[in-house]
């Protein structure tokens, strides 16, 4: 079992930036693709980014490329998501997940979920 617990979002201005943390506890965050989803009002939950299990290695959907960076530290269970450049279509809950196949851009990839966290961009 993997427990994930994300923080750090909140309420930003259009073209600002803030980063979201994931950090893991149970089995070791490691062992485990990383991913980043978002689900805004009426939206079904979307892929935004994964990253590998040594971290050398990340997936971006279309929409975030260049403006967002996904990251993690192994030695402290945390994964991180840095969002640049924000918009007000970015305004979503954000979840990260933990799962076992890479790549893996759907649900159905992940095994463990968090809780998520709010970010709304103003415009």
């Known amino acids: 079992q993997v427990q994930l617990v994300e923080s750090g979002g909140g309420l930003v201005q259009a073209g600002g930036s803030l980063r979201l943390s994931c950090a893991a506890s149970?089995?070791?965050?490691?062992?485990?693709?990383m991913g980043w989803f978002r689900q805004a009002p009426g939206k079904e939950r979307e892929f935004v980014a994964a990253?590998?299990?040594?971290?050398?290695?990340?997936n971006y959907a279309d929409s975030v490329k260049g403006r967002f960076t996904s990251s993690r530290d192994n030695a402290k269970n945390t994964v991180y998501l840095q969002m640049n450049s924000l918009k007000p279509e970015d305004t979503a809950v954000y979840y990260c997940?933990?799962?076992?196949?890479?790549?893996?851009?759907?649900?159905?990839?992940?095994?463990?979920w968090g809780q998520g966290t709010q970010v709304t961009v103003s415009s």
């Open positions: 990253i590998n299990w040594r971290g050398g290695i990340t």
């Open positions: 149970g089995r070791r965050a490691s062992n485990y693709v």
């Open positions: 997940a933990a799962g076992s196949t890479w790549p893996s851009t759907t649900l159905y990839g992940y095994n463990y």
